[in-house]
């Protein structure tokens, strides 16, 4: 089992920054961050292999620190429609896990 704890939300002003966080209790392949928002789905905004959701292309950037086995995602630029809970998730042994979710609100 490896738990995977997010931190860095909260509430920001449209075009402020935020960083959120995702620890792994253990070693982990393939990080990455999904976001749901109100009454959507939730939709994978990056991943560790380079790829973004063309909606964040060019303001988040997803990076690793391995030594931690954290991953993060910069979050620059924000806009209200960034609001909504991001989940970090990893792959290990064939099994996913996932994060417990941290609430970004982006207000305009």
């Known amino acids: 089992q490896v738990q995977l704890v997010e931190s860095g939300g909260g509430l920001v002003q449209a075009g402020g920054s935020l960083r959120l966080s995702c620890a792994a209790s253990?070693?982990?392949?393939?990080m990455g961050w999904y976001r749901q928002a109100p009454g959507k789905q939730r939709e994978l905004v990056a991943h560790?292999?380079?790829g973004y959701a063309d909606s964040v292309k060019g303001r988040f950037t997803i990076s690793r620190d391995n030594a931690k086995n954290t991953v993060y995602l910069q979050m620059n630029s924000l806009k209200p429609e960034d609001t909504g809970v991001y989940y970090c998730?990893?792959?290990?042994?064939?099994?996913?896990?996932w994060g417990q979710g941290t609430q970004v609100i982006v207000s305009s």
């Open positions: 998730y990893g792959l290990r042994a064939g099994s996913v896990y």
């Open positions: 253990g070693s982990i392949n393939a």
């Open positions: 560790i292999s380079g």
